[in-house]
């Protein structure tokens, strides 16, 4: 009796092989067939799987979001039962950092796709679709820290919840280059969360602890918004470096 192949643990098999190839060379001119090398299989086996490239690139693209997803998620379960809005927002914005060699290497993946999807529309959507939603988490969570004293009213904006994005996407990316190391990084995000509840603040002087489960409901319900920006940035890139059986 043939054995009975999973076909959605197949195509993640070859997204990895397909990852293999972005965090060593990148994805310009990656083809088919060498996706298929990679993953040991042929080319017309792994055409039963993807029928283009653009295909497999946005299927692997969409594979790494849910990986990041899954990081944030278990990132914010292992809080305290009723985090702070701030605790939250670092477990997410600390998730976005290669602050170890499977997230450097998810990040190097994440790059060569934002590489591509500038010229690449479907591609370009995906990773832009995360943005918004991303930003409007971290917006809530800032409102809720100002509706519990921790946070002053006036920062609680979404204009906030994007610099916020766009300082750790930037310590991301001089981590990769060699700027900072990831301990710097993480240094110089907590700089900047200090800089934004203030060092009172954060102490957790007089902060109304009532409504933290609230909090945690919150930040709990909004661990895949919290991941999905940019196409996975932060993700953790599978550990296994195997070959997918043919």
Not at 121 to 134: D, V
Not at 159 to 176: K, P, Q, R
């Amino acid at each position: 009796m043939p054995k009975k192949v999973d076909h959605e643990a197949r195509r993640q098999e070859i997204s990895e092989a397909l990852w293999r190839i972005a965090g060593s060379r990148g994805l310009d001119g990656t083809s088919l067939r060498d996706v298929a090398a990679e993953a040991g299989i042929s080319l017309g086996r792994l055409q039963h799987y993807f029928r283009t490239r653009d295909e497999m690139l946005l299927f692997a693209l969409q594979h790494i979001n849910r990986l990041a997803a899954d990081r944030i998620r278990e990132r914010i379960a292992s809080l305290a039962e009723e985090p702070t809005p701030r605790e939250v927002l670092r477990a997410c914005l600390s998730g976005m950092l290669p602050l170890d060699e499977k997230s450097r290497i998810g990040l190097l993946v994440g790059a060569a796709y934002y590489a591509r999807a500038v010229h690449d529309e479907a591609l370009r959507a995906e990773a832009k679709n995360g943005i918004p939603p991303l930003r409007t988490f971290f917006a809530d969570q800032l409102r809720l820290a100002a509706d519990r004293g921790e946070l002053p009213p006036e920062r609680a904006t979404e204009d906030e919840a994007m610099l916020l994005i766009s300082v750790t996407e930037g310590l991301a990316t001089y981590v990769l280059l060699g700027v900072h190391d990831p301990e710097d990084a993480l240094r110089l995000l907590d700089l900047h969360l200090e800089n934004l509840f203030g060092a009172e603040r954060a102490a957790g002087g007089g902060a109304d602890r009532a409504v933290g489960g609230s909090a945690v409901r919150t930040a709990r319900g909004g661990a895949d918004r919290a991941a999905e920006v940019g196409g996975g940035r932060g993700a953790e890139a599978p550990a296994s470096s195997g070959r997918a059986a043919p």
